[in-house]
């Protein structure tokens, strides 16, 4: 396959959720043999089927990201199986609950932290590690415009922790780009994803609140993600470091 990750090895975690899987199959799209990592073995299993069946390699990894040994492990099945690796997205994340700080649940907190927070620092922990031993790579983590762009009442976990991995996208990019390995971050708004209703709005009736509430009219495709995250991971953003880019129609403009 032809395209702009011919030949490369690309490793996406949090693959069987909406922007992993639209992702994982742009990647594979643009010539990329994917390994798609996730706690869904059904949906993963759907994505590496979607890949095969158009011409793409792909392979499945069962991990929870929260654990050093099951990440070591996710970066190893992607270079065994493909002898290397190139690029990596780290888009698993979780939600929670809205509630007020002072009622927020501490059980929920943690895990909405460990997730999308220790998740990511593991999984960067490993990739660049071998990244850095083995000629450079990229790496692109998912935050949120929800963090340090913008805030929501009730979501005080899901904010801290976005922030964090844009803070921590920074911090890791400033540490290893003299070792070739450049990492960004993306920051979407509203997606269209069950995550951008609120409880017991229908599509219909959020697609017509988003009419006002951004900008822009409308919700992003995963697609649109997608395509943000390619970019930052190709070559076409060589001189790109350490940037949290900002997806969200106009919300934060």
């Known amino acids: 396959m032809s395209g702009r990750f011919a030949g490369k090895v690309a490793l996406v975690t949090g693959a069987s959720g909406v922007v992993g899987r639209a992702a ?3 990647y594979a799209r643009e010539g990329a043999a994917v390994l798609v990592a996730g706690r869904d ?3 993963l299993a759907e994505v590496v089927k979607l890949i095969e069946e158009s011409g793409g390699r792909a392979g499945a990894f069962r991990v929870d990201i929260t654990r050093s040994d099951e990440v070591a492990a996710m970066v190893h099945a992607a270079v065994s199986r493909y ?3 190139d690029v990596a997205l780290n888009a698993a994340g979780i939600f929670g609950t809205l509630a007020p700080l002072a009622d927020y649940d501490e059980d929920t907190w943690d895990e909405v932290l460990a997730v999308n927070l220790k998740g990511v620092y593991l999984s960067m922990k490993h990739e660049i590690a071998h990244m850095r031993a083995h000629g450079g790579g990229t790496v692109v983590n998912v935050s949120s ?3 340090a762009h913008w805030r929501l009442a009730g979501a005080s976990a899901y904010a801290a922790s976005k922030a964090a991995v844009s803070s921590l996208t920074r911090a890791a990019a400033r540490d290893h780009i003299a070792d070739g390995v450049r990492v960004n971050a993306i920051s979407p708004g509203p997606i269209d994803t069950p995550m951008s209703a609120r409880p017991g709005e229908t599509r219909e009736e959020r697609d017509e609140r988003m009419k006002d509430a951004l900008p822009i009219g409308r919700v992003a495709t995963p697609e649109e993600i997608a395509a943000a995250a390619l970019w930052l991971s190709s070559p076409d953003s060589s001189f790109v470091v350490g940037a949290d880019h900002v997806i ?3 919300a934060t403009a």
């Open 24 to 26: 994982a199959l742009a």
């Open 41 to 43: 073995d059904a949906r």
């Open 83 to 85: 002898g290397r690796l």
């Open 145 to 147: 415009n929800l963090g």
């Open 248 to 250: 969200d129609g106009g």
